[in-house]
């Protein structure tokens, strides 16, 4: 086999062929003459073979007689190996019986181990009781207390390893000795503390509780209803009292009851539900005497004094008597959050990096913080009322000052002013917030909060949008004066560069004011108890003050609209078809300029401070303009080659006008925001399309309608027939293109029937700005 024995001869091949390996040897006549020589090498290979196969076949005779020994040895083997086999399975039996044995052994030394040693602390706990009882017994006799204290938990913890045994005689007669020393120290210790205690006005001895009583009795009968101390003008006077009764009872008794029994703050807790009780009654009875400042000072003083206690007591006496360690908090790592008690007037200052900070945690409540101060929490209404009529008189006084003192002055060097108004009144609600927080944290403040929400729409309505310049209609942008004067070659009346400014600072004073509430709404929900913090929500009011600010944006974008209106109206009643030559922009495009000049800068300067309003207000101004331009555009019919050669110049130049409206007048070129740049190149590059098909020759027709189409991508009809109107033509010549236009438009997509629908549908700024001069025509008819 050739893969048992590899071979390379040609001969061991599967497939040797004789013919083909004869013809290898003699490839040639020529190789014939050396025949011998190859019979010869071939003989004596096979001589070879021979050999070899007879020295392999006198081998294999032997390997007979010696597979028959070598099997006979295997099995003599094996028969030894099972015989060891079986003696060390016989030592393993026995190693287990006597492993079983010894561990038997081992169990019964461990359980007599285990019962000896219960036995021996047994027998010394009984020692230790009989001998703790004896003494025990001997101490109470002697009154050695304080030895007493140590021995009695001892005796009461040993005697709980022999509950189990109490049905010894002996030990149920130890155990019934300690419950009757017991009961004897206990009697003996009250003894002791009656004769200690002299009642109060006689001469023979009552306990500590006739102590406490008289107090509570002296007490009472001091600030009674009917008592003139009692009302909440004098109350420094019930806590005078208590400071007096707590330092006497300190310097005669302090010594005498354990510390951690805490006996100087249960006195003080008891005054002071004692005392919660006595206002809350009396406060019921006189409640139409009560006014702010009169509640407002009993309140301050009622917190001082359990401000007091927070310092000298820990509270553990008014839980479950554990002393409970007040956590300190971590150190904050906002610069934001303040000390409020201390800077109550102070603005709320926002800053837009303070948003993403850390919140301050809280700091632990003082344990006594209401313990007494809720009993005014019922008539808080009073305090509630009060602010409502002060921010009500602050409101008026805001209005009143601006009428006063008039508009805010141009501040272009410093950026738009906010009204000083606005921070006054962030100011007097920070204030009022952190009064009432102190006061209380529960339904109050809900209260407060909405008088905070009225008072900032009316702050919204009365002096921002109420301030606003009314010459223009801030809903629609129409104005009466508009439409009247809006003749060939008039003006429209613009805003006065105070105006302007007024505009703008009252666009910032509501972004102030957006930011600010937005920041007043936070710490209202941190000064709240958690289970209100959902019914605190400012968001209508942030919403008023985005609308202000959005209709201030309208009221710039109109204002600039309207003054290029007449240059629009000039560029379309122009004869663009006697246009002979194209020379310098054209005057409608200097007047568009002109006004962007004027107004532009003056409205960037002022809203320097807010810098993405002033971007909002380009946007939306571009908007405005570019569809309307486009709207005049098609209005300038018919037009020559050299006349929309002439458009197309001017409509570049407003383009690059337009482009540079951000930083127009503007020492610091900054480039303009991606999105309004986006927004004019659209805008601008589609009517410069427009003079480009209007330029384009209408014959052939084909190439005319899918130059357009491919120029405007526009698929409306209308956009092309005014393309038409620009140009010139005839109604035939019109009619045939409409409908070879018709032909050549592209399928529409999947979901849209026709192209009317697609129109109809998605209206363009075109149509929009069409529909809105319709409405200004029906007007100035009606007029």
Known sequence: NHSVFPSQDPLDRADFNAVEYINTLFPTEQSLANIDEVVNKIRLKIRRLDD?????????????????????????????????????????????????????????????????????????????????????????????????ANLLQGVVNVLEHFNKYMGIPQIRQLSERVKAAQNELGQQILADFEEAFPSQGTKRPGGPSNVLRDACLEYLVLFQENQDVAWLDKIDRRYAWIKRQLVDYEEKYGRMFPPEWCMTERIAVEFCHV?????????????????????????????????????????????????????VPPPSTNPFLEDETGTETDEIVIEKSDMDKPKKPKVPDNPFHGIVSKCFEPHLYVYIESQDKNLGELIDRFVADFKAQGPPKPNVDEGGAVLPSCADLFVYYKKCMVQCSQLSTGEPMIALTTIFQKYLREYAWKILSGNLPKTTSSSGGLT??????????????KFTLEELCLICSILSTAEYCLATTQQLEEKLKEKVDASLVERINLTGEMDTFSIVISNSIQLLVQDLDAACDPALTAMSKMQWQNVEHVGDQSPYVTSVILHIKQNVPIIRDNLASTRKYFTQFCIKFANSFIPKFINHLFKCKPISMVGAEQLLLDTHSLKMVLLDLPSIGSQVVRKAP??????????????????????????????????????????????????????????????????????????????????SSLSLSTPTPEQESSRIRKLEKLIKKRL
């Open 674 to 755: 991606a999105s309004y740049t986006k927004i004019v190149v659209k805008g601008m590059t589609r009517a410069e399309m427009i003079l480009k098909v209007v330029m384009a020759p209408h014959e052939p027709p084909v190439v005319f309608v899918d130059n357009y189409i491919k120029l405007l991508a526009d698929c409306s009809t209308d956009t092309f027939q005014k393309i038409l109107d620009m140009k010139g033509l005839k109604r035939s010549e019109q009619s045939s293109m409409l409908d070879l236009f018709r032909q050549r438009l592209p399928a529409p997509p999947s979901g849209v029937e026709n192209t």
């Open 275 to 327: 005392t919660r009780t006595e206002l809350a009654k009396i406060m019921r009875t006189r409640a139409k005497e009560i006014e702010v400042k009169l509640l407002l000072f009993a309140i301050q003083r009622t917190t001082n004094f359990e401000g007091l206690l927070a310092k000298r007591f820990s509270g553990c006496t008014l839980a479950d008597g554990t002393v409970k360690k007040p956590e």
């Open 480 to 493: 009466i004066t508009s439409l009247l004067k809006e003749k060939e070659g008039s003006e429209v009346a």
């Open 52 to 148: 070899n196969i007879r020295t392999v076949v006198r081998g294999q005779t032997n390997v007979g007689q010696d597979g028959r020994q070598a099997l006979e040895e295997a099995q003599k083997a094996i028969q030894q190996l099972f015989g060891k086999i079986k003696d060390i399975k016989d030592k393993a039996e026995k190693s287990e019986q006597m492993v079983k044995e010894i561990t038997r052994d081992i169990k019964q030394l461990d359980h007599a181990k285990r019962h000896l040693t219960t036995s021996i602390t047994t027998l010394n706990h009984l020692h230790m009781l009989a001998g703790g009882v004896d003494s025990l017994e001997a101490m109470t006799r002697r009154r050695q207390y304080g030895e007493v």
